[in-house]
Structures are given as C-alpha cells and as structure tokens.
C-alpha cells in the first residue's frame, strides 16, 4: 500500500437543509478516531481545523423558497479554494457537515485537475442523485444540488461560477433509491452512470464499480469519491436526516471502499450528512470513519471489533 499525505478538512456546512446538526459533524468524526485510524494505516495526516464561510449578500435572482442561499454560497466559495490549495499538499478528505459542502470540494478539485491537464471523475455514493438547480428543487434545500452545479446546469445565482465543469460521462452514482421527478427528467438522455439499488441487487456492486474505476484508470484521471451516510441502511447508519430505507449493507460499502482502495485512484474524499444528534452512541459516526480507513487501504482482517455500550 502506498502511504499518502492527509488533509483532514472540517467543513460544519448546516446551510444546505432546514434540519440543523450536522455541523457537528466534523468534531463527531474526530471524536470517532479518524486520524488515528488513518495513522494506523501509515499515512501522514494533518488537520486543518474547521473552516468558516466567506461574507456573501444574497442574490436577488435565487428563488425565494431556497433555503440559506447565500450562506451556502460563502461555504462553496470557501471550500473551493481549500480544495484546491489542498490538492497541491495532498489528499483532502472533507468532514461535513450536509451534502451542498460538495459544491465547494468539487468544483475546486476538478479546477485542481484540470490545472494539471487530467480529467476529473466522481463517484457519488448516495440515496439521491442530488442534480437538483435552486429553481428544480421542491424543498429548496441546497444539499440536493452538488450534482447539478459541478456539471455546469444553470441558475445557481451568487454561486462562484463553475469554470471546469466535470463531464457527465465522468460521474457514477451508486446506491440510488430516492430520485423525484425533476431529478429523473434531468438525468434522463445525460452520459451519467446511474446505479439503484435494484439493479444492485440484481447484479451486485463490484461490476459497475469496477467498470467504472477502469475507465478512471484508463483515461489517466483523478477521483474525487462523495460519501453520504443515506448511501448505506439506516439499520446500519441512523445519524441522518435524509433516511431511505434498502440501502446500501456493510459489506457491500466496504467493498467499495476496498475498490477504491485497490485501485489506487482515490485523490480527494468528502464524509457528508452525518447529524450527530440523531446517533446512537456514536454509531454512524464510527462506520463512516471504518469506511474511510478502507477506502485508504485497511482490509477486513486488520478491522477492530467495535463495541457502542
């Protein structure tokens, strides 16, 4: 295994919904071990502490049903810049925090990638597709959005604009369970790769993964994988506000981090939704931490036993 150069990111973005607590999300991983973990496997980790969001002033053209818009926008505007400053010191991993922090990590890495002249990917772990624009959105819930604002849709007023939008082509989503109709007319004729869980439990994970981490590799390309707590069960996961039950199991989650891990693409990583309020004794938080070890290269007979009493 090759050892890397963490960078641990606190991002307490709480903007992206109407529930609040996931900005406690950040210091429930810490709390949890991830450095350690991490450190266990060899790799440097650094912690940069939690970032706070740039001063904005709301834009007039953003729908008035949207939640927190221009907060949100001074969170992208921050966590694009430390995604990209990051990506020169190493491998980020972006503790959320709600899932509209992926706006920031997202378009700065991909900036990062094409500064170097290679293609971004994206693989989406999630219950929902998330390419929602502020004027699509029924919720007005800016955590239903990364997608749609990374690949360039229009209408997100105030945001920093895109200047590298990561091709469809490029983005996997693995575990849908939860799209709405707006979202499927979206996705409907584009090149993204959508998996459900139907189709996942009809042909497995492993295939489409690997398909797609072929291609990664194929095309010299760097991978950014987004990692929402709703992608697994909520019998497993319950620290989450955005509950779908028939997720994703625990082996089949840490196949896919030892995929990745296998694989040796893995350049940035974002651990979003975690609501520690709605944990139980620290469960959820101790589950992602486990899927990040693996996805940086612990394999199943180097995983601890783990108690929750």
């Known amino acids: 295994m090759t050892t890397k150069k963490i960078v641990l990111i606190g991002a307490p973005v709480d903007?992206?919904?109407?529930?609040?607590?996931?900005?406690?999300?950040?210091?429930?991983?810490?709390?949890?071990g991830l450095a350690?973990?991490?450190?266990?496997?060899?790799?440097?980790?650094?912690?940069?502490?939690?970032?706070?969001?740039?001063?904005?002033?709301?834009?007039?053209?953003?729908?008035?049903?949207?939640?927190?818009?221009?907060?949100?926008?001074?969170?992208?505007?921050?966590?694009?810049?430390?995604?990209?400053?990051a990506m020169q010191d190493g491998l980020p991993i972006f503790l959320g925090g709600?899932?509209?922090?992926?706006?920031?990590?997202?378009?700065?890495?991909?900036?990062?990638?094409?500064?170097?002249?290679?293609?971004?990917?994206?693989?989406?772990?999630?219950?929902?597709?998330d390419i929602h624009t502020p004027q699509s959105t029924e919720s007005g819930n800016l955590h239903g959005t990364p997608i749609g604002y990374v690949t360039g849709r229009p209408g997100f007023h105030g945001f920093p604009p895109v200047a590298y939008p990561v091709p469809q082509e490029n983005i996997c989503m693995l575990g849908l369970r939860s799209v709405d109709a707006a979202e499927r007319a979206a996705l409907d004729g584009t090149a993204i790769r959508t998996h459900d869980m139907r189709e996942i439990d009809e042909r497995g994970i492993a295939r489409p993964l690997?398909?797609?981490?072929?291609?990664?590799?194929?095309?010299?390309?760097?991978?950014?994988?987004?990692?929402?707590?709703?992608?697994?069960?909520?019998g497993l996961a319950p620290a989450v506000g955005t509950t779908v039950p028939g997720g994703a199991t625990m082996r089949e989650a840490h196949l896919v981090m030892e995929m990745v891990s296998d694989s040796g693409l893995l350049t940035s990583?974002?651990?979003?939704?975690?609501?520690?309020?709605?944990?139980?004794?620290?469960?959820?938080?101790?589950?992602?931490?486990?899927?990040?070890?693996?996805?940086?290269?612990?394999?199943?007979?180097?995983r601890p036993t783990q108690a929750h009493n």
């Not at 904005?56 to 694009?80: F, R, S």
């Open 36 to 85: 350690q973990a991490l450190g266990d496997l060899d790799h440097g980790v650094s912690d940069i502490g939690n970032l706070a969001p740039a001063e904005t002033v709301p834009d007039p053209g953003m729908p008035p049903h949207v939640h927190a818009p221009a907060l949100t926008a001074g969170w992208t505007a921050t966590l694009a810049t430390a995604a990209r400053d």
């Open 15 to 32: 903007s992206g919904k109407d529930r609040r607590g996931c900005l406690m999300g950040p210091d429930a991983y810490r709390t949890a």
């Open 269 to 302: 990583l974002d651990l979003v939704e975690l609501n520690p309020f709605l944990d139980e004794r620290g469960r959820t938080a101790q589950v992602m931490v486990d899927l990040a070890a693996s996805a940086l290269g612990r394999r199943v007979f180097d």
């Open 210 to 234: 690997a398909a797609f981490l072929s291609d990664v590799e194929n095309a010299g390309g760097m991978l950014h994988v987004s990692l929402d707590v709703d992608f697994l069960d909520p």
């Open 98 to 129: 709600d899932h509209s922090l992926s706006l920031g990590s997202m378009a700065g890495v991909a900036a990062h990638a094409n500064a170097l002249g290679r293609p971004q990917y994206i693989l989406w772990l999630d219950a929902h597709s």
